[in-house]
């Protein structure tokens, strides 16, 4: 099953429990004049996350498909996506639109964004950050909401078990607890730790986000900067040279 749950006003939580890999799957629903979903999830998931998506609004009416990096659980279900709402069109980093997304994925060309270039979607505004490598991939890149302070996460804050939808709790030990866990197995190096990775979460940590919307764990609402200041933290410790 798939739960909906309204974490802040228009946006939406999608979240699938899948206990074989002890990982929540979270999609975001921006409801606007030009609906925007973040990840579509695993292309196994879509008549879920349609169905969910359906408890909103009409699915056909989704106009912009948003996602970090060029994965499954990111955009596996992109051409489902553009087959189900004629105007569906994935927006994404440049490197990911020339360098897998229109080759792979897309029925038709994504959007591709700059870094700091926004999207209106009607009362909504997002900003596209270019993080390569952060969490993971070349083409990675955020959006950022800037009227509601929305930091759309991807792999970001990443808590392993389930959770509850929304928290304004201190997460950082569930986080540590995951990467340690990842860091002992077949999903080592998870998030590459380099010269370039501090500076870019402390541009994260400069946007004060008040909404962190994270794919797996719980969505925090409150005090963004610290909690990505804590995560930042755990990740050097955990990922960092020594
Ligand atoms: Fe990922
Ligand atoms: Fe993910």
């Given at each position: 099953?798939?739960?909906?749950?309204?974490?802040a006003?228009?946006?939406?939580?999608?979240?699938?429990?899948i206990?074989?890999?002890?990982?929540?799957?979270?999609?975001?629903?921006?409801?606007?004049?030009?609906?925007?979903?973040?990840?579509?999830?695993?292309?196994?998931?879509?008549?879920?996350?349609?169905?969910a998506?359906?408890?909103?609004?009409?699915?056909?009416?989704?106009?912009?498909?948003g996602?970090?990096?060029?994965?499954?659980?990111?955009?596996?279900?992109?051409?489902?996506?553009?087959?189900?709402?004629?105007?569906?069109t994935?927006?994404c980093?440049?490197?990911?639109?020339?360098?897998?997304v229109?080759?792979?994925a897309?029925?038709?060309?994504?959007?591709?964004?700059?870094d700091?270039?926004?999207?209106?979607?009607?009362?909504?505004?997002?900003?596209?950050?270019?993080t390569?490598?952060?969490?993971?991939?070349?083409?990675?890149s955020?959006?950022?909401?800037?009227?509601?302070?929305?930091?759309f996460?991807?792999?970001?804050?990443?808590?392993?078990?389930?959770?509850?939808?929304?928290?304004?709790?201190d997460v950082t030990?569930?986080v540590?607890?995951?990467?340690?866990?990842?860091?002992?197995?077949?999903?080592?190096?998870?998030?590459p730790?380099?010269?370039k990775t501090?500076p870019?979460?402390?541009?994260?940590?400069?946007?004060?986000?008040?909404?962190?919307a994270?794919m797996?764990?719980?969505t925090?609402?409150g005090?963004?900067?610290?909690?990505?200041?804590?995560?930042?933290?755990?990740?050097?410790?955990?990922?960092?040279?020594?």
């Open positions: 099953m798939t739960s909906v749950t309204e974490v006003p228009d946006l939406f939580r999608l979240c699938t429990w206990p074989e890999a002890d990982l929540q799957f979270c999609q975001f629903l921006v409801r606007d004049d030009e609906p925007l979903l973040y990840h579509t999830g695993m292309k196994g998931l879509f008549p879920l996350v349609r169905d998506v359906a408890q909103v609004l009409d699915p056909k009416t989704v106009r912009w498909i996602f970090s990096h060029f994965e499954d659980d990111e955009c596996g279900s992109l051409r489902e996506w553009q087959e189900l709402a004629p105007q569906a994935p927006v980093s440049f490197v990911g639109k020339v360098v897998s229109d080759g792979y897309a029925l038709r060309p994504a959007r591709a964004m700059e700091g270039e926004v999207l209106l979607t009607g009362k909504h505004r997002f900003r596209l950050l270019r390569p490598h952060l969490p993971h991939c070349w083409e990675a955020l959006l950022f909401e800037e009227t509601q302070r929305t930091l996460c991807s792999d970001l804050v990443h808590q392993g078990g389930e959770h509850e939808a929304v928290t304004s709790a030990g569930r540590a607890k995951t990467l340690r866990e990842y860091e002992a197995g077949p999903f080592a190096s998870y998030v730790w380099t010269a501090r870019m979460l402390e541009r994260l940590v400069a946007l004060e986000p008040r909404t962190l994270i797996h764990g719980s925090v609402t005090d963004g900067a610290r909690t990505l200041r804590d995560v930042t933290s755990v990740m050097e410790e955990i990922l960092g040279p020594r």
